[in-house]
């Protein structure tokens, strides 16, 4: 493969990733808790450019782009005030705990309400436990103490989708429960509606390098044929 070609096409691939981690980050800047996830950019490394006669140095030139492993963001976004009783935040670290049919699965999305048998319960209907893995009843006035909900510190959570992650939970996570309240989108959608564009113009670039090494490319094999063509 050409050398060009290889630069480009890693270069696009990089920025591919970038664009659908920004399509998910902006789908989700009104999701409670949402956490962005980022994959760094590093280049594979420069090679020495040299004269096949003289031995000359003549300079480096990059190898493309490689993407490093994706990690998510966990840094705690602001509060927002709802006023609804069974709408709950953690300030600082830690995670709610949500029975699933796949286990038990940890988020930072603190939008609750009630089942229709008294229980307390994500979007998704999934069980809210409390700090014994039990699942939490809702008063008969649709109340629930915010010290009744367990807050959970988990290592390495891992994404899972549905704004859920899993893991193992050491103990009893650092932040508190705030009432009333949701944690925002960890997403700036102002910045990220920037970086969409700036790398969706990296893309472009990529498509055009590709374009011209393809059209000399082909301008080079019909001036081989001509030229090796019989009299």
């Not at 920004?22 to 590093?42: C, I, M, V, Y």
């Not at 998510?72 to 005030?81: K, L, R």
Request: charged letters at 15%; a negative charge; glycine letters at 14%.
């Amino acid at each position: 493969m050409d050398l060009g070609l290889y630069i480009a096409a890693t270069g696009m691939v990089a920025e591919q990733t970038r664009q659908d981690q920004l399509t998910n980050d902006l789908a989700n800047a009104s999701t409670p808790g949402f956490k962005p996830d980022k994959t760094p950019q590093r280049s594979f490394g420069e090679m020495l450019l040299s004269n096949t006669s003289t031995g000359q140095p003549i300079g480096t030139i990059d190898m493309g782009v490689q993407l490093g492993s994706t990690v998510t963001d966990m840094t705690p976004a602001g509060m927002h005030d709802t006023g609804q009783p069974l709408d709950f935040g953690i300030v600082g670290s830690g995670f709610f705990a949500v029975k699933t049919a796949q286990g038990v699965r940890y988020t930072r999305d603190g939008q609750f309400s009630a089942s229709a048998s008294g229980q307390l319960v994500d979007t998704a209907g999934n069980q809210v436990l409390d700090q014994l893995g039990k699942p939490i009843a809702v008063g008969s006035e649709g109340h629930v103490a915010s010290s009744a909900l367990g807050v959970f510190e988990v290592p390495a959570a891992v994404k899972q989708g549905e704004n859920l992650f899993s893991g193992s939970a050491s103990g009893k996570g650092a932040g508190s429960v705030r009432q009333g309240a949701l944690e925002e989108a960890g997403v700036d959608a102002a910045k990220a509606m920037v970086d969409m564009i700036g790398s969706m113009r990296t893309y472009q670039s990529g498509q055009q390098a590709i374009q011209a090494i393809d059209q000399t490319l082909q301008a080079a094999s019909t001036q081989v044929g001509s030229l090796n063509a019989p009299g």
